[in-house]
Nanobody, 121 residues
Framework: QVQLVESGGGLVQAGDSLRLSCAVS????????MGWFRQAPGKEREFAAS????????FYADSVKGRFTIFKDNAKNTVYLQMNSLKPEDTAVYYC??????????????WGQGTQVTVSS
């Protein structure tokens, strides 16, 4: 059984940084793409970032490019999302996902439960 558990969310001020973690069990992430998505209140879930199975190629939504970095630690079977220069519009529930394809829109077959990120102005 594949499980993904996100952590690291919280309440921060605009301009602050946060690092989200997604610990995966039941699947070796070095063989799969990983992605981060987010859903703001009243909006549909949207793509934020993804990384390929080997970890040498990443993709970002235009809204986060230059501020967010996705990376993974295969030894810990964990993927991270480093978020810098946070803005109020980054407020959302952030979800990680795993699947066969990282190139947007990607293909993901397992999802985590999400972690809340709130950015105050």
């Amino acid at each position: 059984q594949v499980q993904l558990v996100e952590s690291g969310g919280g309440l921060v001020q605009a301009g602050d940084s946060l690092r989200l973690s997604c610990a995966v069990s039941g699947r070796t992430i070095s063989n799969y793409a990983m992605g981060w998505f987010r859903q703001a209140p009243g909006k549909e879930r949207e793509f934020a970032a993804s990384i390929n199975w080997s970890g040498d190629r990443a993709f970002y939504a235009d809204s986060v490019k230059g501020r967010f970095t996705i990376f993974k630690d295969n030894a810990k079977n964990t993927v991270y999302l480093q978020m810098n220069s946070l803005k109020p519009e980054d407020t959302a529930v952030y979800y990680c996902a795993t699947g066969p394809t990282s190139r947007p829109p990607g293909s993901y077959d397992y999802w985590g439960q999400g972690t809340q990120v709130t950015v105050s102005s």
